[in-house]
């Protein structure tokens, strides 16, 4: 390729984020962006197999059409460049295209949206990683000080949580959400764990519980534990993207997110969060540079990264966005409602995720009181009913995420898939 049509490329590829992610201009049209007419067209822009239901978007979100198409493109670019993106190109000349650029103008992208700074942000492959650098990282634990976290936190960051007892000596208290559960209960439960335990210096709190779908109130559990002097390390791997949330607002200063669940980035794309002032008190990489400086980037060492994941968030915002992040909360809403409602007077089923607005948004879990196992529940339903859902043994109970490519008529299926074996037992 001669060095013109070689910069043409790297131009025309530049643009690629912008153009790909438009949603259709009739969904972009005058409708109604609560209206089901609306939500067909979005339906529209995601290609899911018709084989079955797919009610368990929870695991990881399908990417939009317009989102696989640029992760496809920037694939094929990373793919043609190689490392002249990753610095080379730029060094020698200015018009190339660069990752370092990109990178940053997509953490400015989510700090703007987030309503924090783009230098308390850094890419990492997933909540996962954020985790377990934000707990492992956490460097302000004596030997003898306490870490507390509930039963709904997802299982491997508890096991993260239980290795301080080796890794800094600390004492680990696991403490049970009672059920019911309300929003207040869950503040009194932390608050009482800290009473109960006057040497806790850290707690782990997930935003919205994977298991059941309830989300936690995490800016009252962070205000409280402040007053105590205790920090607090959330987990947002569903929160984000999922429901309308006002991320500035809830003032925390340890966050893991997962971008390839609610925000529909390709797989492999997280993000984590530490508040400027608290930057110290998460460990350094020793890749990266002694310790005693503040920079976020030197508290990850991913090695080289699925480059074309992370061009591809840009895509994902921008598709989000010509949504709107209420009106996804309020599709959300609306389909667990399909659902939930023909169960709130069965005495038979039992929906685990309360109905205060406050605690839920499209992921919830229910369980037959009379059906003996949640694994076999899950084959039940995907075998004679085409629904694919998320089978929790241990709660005996069955996990409903619908994605923004369901319908009310999917939801409806599985109410009736429900009454059915219900009707049966
Ligand atoms: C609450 C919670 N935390 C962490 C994770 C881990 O996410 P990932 O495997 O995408 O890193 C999950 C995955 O479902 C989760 O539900």
Redesign the pocket.
Same mark, same amino acid.
């Not at 997933?126 to 990683?129: A, D, F, K, L, M």
């Given at each position: 390729m001669d060095r013109r049509d070689f910069l043409k490329t790297t131009a025309a590829l530049a643009t690629v984020s912008a153009a790909g992610s438009a949603i259709s201009a009739q969904a972009q049209g005058v409708m109604d962006k609560d209206s089901d007419a609306y939500w067909e067209t979005i339906r529209a822009e995601y290609k899911v197999t018709d084989e079955f239901n797919n009610l368990n978007a #929870? +695991?990881?979100g399908i990417m939009s059409e317009p989102v696989r198409e640029a992760f496809a493109k920037h694939t094929e670019f990373i793919n043609a460049y190689s490392s002249h993106f990753m610095g080379s190109g730029r060094r020698v000349d200015p018009n190339a295209r660069s990752y370092n650029v990109e990178r940053a103008e997509i953490i400015d992208m989510l700090a703007e949206k987030l309503g924090v700074n783009s230098d308390e942000l850094v890419f990492t492959r #997933?909540? &996962?990683?954020s985790?377990q650098l934000l707990i492992s990282g956490y460097n302000k634990l004596e030997p003898g000080d306490t870490v507390l976290f509930a039963d709904a936190a997802?299982y491997?960051?508890q096991a993260e949580m239980r290795h301080m007892t080796v890794h800094r000596g600390a004492k680990v208290v696991l403490l049970d959400i009672p059920y019911p559960v309300t929003w207040e209960n869950q503040i009194d439960v932390f608050e009482q764990g800290i009473k109960d335990n006057p040497g806790t210096k850290l707690i782990l709190v &997930?935003h919205m519980a $994977?298991r059941t779908g309830v989300i936690v109130p995490v800016k009252e559990i962070q205000a409280m534990a402040r007053g105590y002097g205790v920090d607090v390390i959330v987990?947002a791997? +569903?929160s984000w993207g999922q429901y309308d949330m006002d991320f500035a607002d809830l003032n925390l200063d340890f966050v893991g997110f $997962?971008l +390839?669940?609610w925000i529909g980035a390709p797989l492999g794309v #997280?993000l984590m969060y530490i508040r400027k002032s608290r930057m110290l008190d998460i460990d350094t990489k020793s890749s990266k540079g002694p310790a005693g400086n503040d920079d976020i980037n030197n508290r990850v060492q991913t090695g080289t990264m699925n480059l074309a994941a992370v061009l591809s968030v840009r895509d994902a915002l921008l598709f989000l966005a010509d949504i709107g992040i209420v009106h996804i909360d309020r599709r959300f809403k609306a389909l667990r409602h399909e659902w939930v409602k023909e169960f709130l007077d069965d005495d038979r089923v039992d929906i685990l995720t309360p109905e205060d607005d406050r605690m839920h948004a499209g992921l919830t879990s229910f369980r037959i009181k009379a059906h003996p196992n949640a694994v076999e529940l899950g084959n039940t339903l995907l075998r004679d009913y085409g629904i694919n859902s998320a089978p929790i043994g241990n709660m005996n109970a069955i996990r409903i995420s619908p994605g923004l490519y369901s319908s009310k008529a999917d939801m409806a299926a599985l109410a009736v898939a429900i009454k059915e074996i219900a009707d049966k037992l």
């Open positions: #929870g +695991h990881w #997933g909540v &996962t990683e985790l997802y491997s960051m &997930t $994977n987990d791997a +569903h $997962n +390839h669940k #997280g």
